[in-house]
């Protein structure tokens, strides 16, 4: 009778540990129908036990096989001297020409970005570079007893804006007047973070699709109520995704932080088929098992709806400096992606850092967009970078446009890591910003404060791709811009784009983790801005800049400093630019509307030469990408402005949380 208890109890116990190691999803066109992982787990008694044992076993690993010990010998930098210091990959001269040409948008700005394009630029020209100097408050609209900054760029259709506002809910509101129409229920911090899409089939009501989090919403647009057809009360339960969703055909698609391209009936919610970009990796290494995080998909997707081609760009690999569990390339990290919808399949990756321990994800939407190539307009796929390259493919084969070119880099002098012996050392389309430190870039506004920097800063590693050790810091670039989330404004009728980026310092380290009950080192990142006693930046500027890149050439037209210090320029110092988070959105009124500095600002320059048309100090810092439309026959340009969280962690003196849209139209 014990004997069958006992067994009966085992049995049980097994069957609630298989239950829980297991995930049951049907979904997926190339993954098996039921995996078995700890990211399954959801029992915290479980989870320990499996910390527990894998913990004996890595210990076991390493003490019983010498590959696994030997795993942990610094890598031989003689292998990579013998290299050759640069490597190139060819650029693509069978181009795949236009057949379907991209225009801006219009009247109306149906999808955060502008398009399915992503390219933020709009054909209206009532507001223009002649008279843009007479611009003035049109309106402004505050979300009263809410504060938070909301990144995602306002749709405006027939002259009613839709956008997510502080306090966590989407709202309509009047073009015209900045007048509340309706506000949704209260859906959280996340949602439509990135941005939200406005769609209406023939003969059905006008719906808005966003993401919040782990859920696919649908909401009407006439009053902002759930559509009850869609999943449950208006929500599919998805894989984690901040972006902005696409149409084709019958489908609403997002990727999510799953590596999942997901598609949904957009009438039902539905779901049709999943599909990963990546592979997963099940193996152990130094006694460890591989690390397989990261990779996330957060900057956003575009579609090709004439060919059934989704792009996406991805993040980088986990985590931050330490890539000692994740040998390799580390493929489909910091890469822009293209899936064909029609077979189901990844169609090609291209990777612009290798094995990143830089934090050199690719965080800025993919832009489809047309260039000029011996005189025939090309179909290409392009993204501005962390790295301030701007990587420019053909949309079909994802071959690279300009000659790539790969310069050499050091090896590292941490235990296990494994670093990638090449990186991007780009000549076309010329760099808009910093991605090498020297030590002719540190700089002061004040004598007494340059030494005092060389004496802080002054013996950090520095250099190109530049690796890490134990006790000593590094100063590098492109830890936030570069170019950011974001990307970029790309006029489709002279193939320029225009993009706002950061020239500003980090401070970076790699510490190990001390561990009695192990040998196997492990590490932790740690990363902070590198400014002086007053928060300004310890190198020459531009701080923050706007850039114009002549696509068909890749050359820059011209560059100006984004933002001012008043407390520099009252010293007499030229204008530096500030580190931004807002964005710019061009017009064919040859005018760049560009916010997110820290002066408060909004800025409308002029396109042709950069010169600054017209500013005005918002009540908090723009916070978001801006849009221009027409309501009644009238031109308005909307921003959001409510401070922004990353400005906040690095200048907190000078960033507050807000809750406002601030509307502007000629006198």
């Known amino acids: 009778m014990y004997r069958k208890i006992i067994l009966i109890s085992i049995f049980l116990l097994f069957a609630w540990v298989w239950k829980d190691y297991k995930k049951i999803d049907t979904s997926f066109v190339n993954q098996s129908s039921i995996t078995y992982s700890y990211d399954n787990l959801n029992s915290n008694i479980i989870k320990k036990i499996h910390n527990y044992i894998n913990l004996k076993y890595e210990k076991f690993l390493y003490d019983k096989y010498e590959k696994h010990k030997n795993y942990w010998n610094i890598e031989d930098k003689s292998k ?62 505050e979300h009263e007893g809410f504060a938070d900054d909301i990144q995602a760029n306002p749709i405006v259709v027939e002259g009613i804006i839709y956008t997510p506002i502080a306090g966590g809910y989407i709202a309509a509101i009047n073009g015209e007047n900045g007048k509340i129409i309706w506000k949704s229920d209260q859906y959280g911090y996340f949602v439509a973070r990135r ?110 709806n004439k060919r059934g081609l989704l792009y996406l760009t991805t993040g980088n690999p986990h985590s931050y400096f330490d890539g000692t569990l994740r040998p390799g390339n580390n493929p489909y990290s910091d890469s822009i992606i293209a899936i064909d919808l029609i077979k189901k399949k990844v169609l090609w990756s291209f990777q612009e850092t290798s094995h990143d321990i830089w934090n050199s994800d690719l965080p800025a939407p993919p832009i489809l967009t047309s260039l000029k190539k011996n005189n025939k307009l090309i179909d290409v796929v392009l993204t501005p970078t962390k790295r301030a390259n701007t990587i420019i493919l053909d949309r079909i084969t994802g071959k690279p446009i300009f000659e790539f070119r790969l310069r050499k880099v050091p090896t590292s002098k941490i235990k296990g890591e494994k670093t990638s012996p090449y990186q991007p050392d780009l000549i ?183 010169s600054e048309l017209y500013s005005y100090e918002l009540p908090f810092i723009g916070s978001a990408p801006p849009t221009t439309y027409i309501a009644n026959g009238k031109q308005y340009i909307i921003t959001h402005a409510t401070g922004g969280r990353t400005l906040m962690q690095g200048y907190p003196d000078l960033v507050d949380k807000g809750n406002a849209i601030v509307a502007f139209a000629l006198k």
């Not at 640069?86 to 057949?99: D, F, H, V």
């Not at 398009?115 to 020209?125: A, C, E, P, Q, Y």
């Not at 010329?430 to 005092?452: A, R, V």
């Open 80 to 141: 990579r001297t013998s290299l050759d210091k640069y490597k190139l990959i060819e650029a693509e001269n069978n181009y795949t020409e236009t057949k379907f040409p991209i225009s801006n948008t219009g009247v109306n700005w149906l999808r955060s970005h502008g398009n399915n394009s992503s390219n933020r630029f709009s054909s209206l020209t009532k507001i223009n570079k002649e008279n843009a100097k007479n611009l003035e408050v049109a309106w402004t609209f």
């Open 195 to 304: 941005g939200l899409l406005y769609h209406r089939d023939e003969g059905q009501k006008s719906k808005l699709y966003f993401s919040n989090r782990e859920r696919l919403v649908c909401i009407f647009s006439t009053n902002g109520k759930p559509c009850n057809d869609f999943g449950k009360k208006g929500q599919v339960r998805s894989g984690l995704n901040v972006m902005t969703p696409v149409i084709y055909k019958d489908n609403i698609i997002i990727v999510t932080w799953d590596h999942a391209v997901e598609v949904y009936d957009k009438n039902n919610g539905e779901v049709k088929w999943k599909l990963k970009y990546k592979k997963d990796i099940d193996k152990r290494i130094g006694g460890k098992k591989f690390i397989n995080d990261g990779y996330n998909p957060w900057g956003g997707i575009s579609i090709d």
């Open 428 to 610: 076309l389309p010329e760099p808009f910003g910093y991605n090498e430190f020297f030590k002719t870039d540190f700089w002061s506004y004040d004598n007494d404060k340059l030494k005092d920097i060389y004496s802080k800063f002054g013996n950090h590693k520095i250099g190109f791709y530049n690796t890490y050790e134990l006790n000593r810091k590094n100063l590098q670039y492109n830890f936030n811009g570069g170019a950011e989330w974001m990307g970029a404004s790309v006029d489709q009728t002279k193939q320029i784009m225009y993009v706002t980026s950061n020239n500003i310092p980090w401070q970076t380290s790699l510490e190990q983790i001390e561990d009695e009950n192990t040998e196997i080192p492990s590490y932790i990142s740690s990363f902070e801005r590198a400014l002086d006693d007053l928060g300004f930046p310890i190198v020459k500027p531009p701080w923050g800049t706007l850039t114009s890149l002549n696509l068909n050439t890749g050359k820059i037209i011209w560059q100006i400093p984004f933002g001012e210090y008043e407390y520099l320029s009252k010293r007499g110092i030229e204008i530096t630019g500030t580190e931004n988070f807002g964005g710019v959105t061009g017009t064919e009124g040859d005018i760049l509307i560009a916010t997110g500095t820290l002066d408060k600002r909004l800025y409308v320059f002029n396109s042709i030469d950069g």
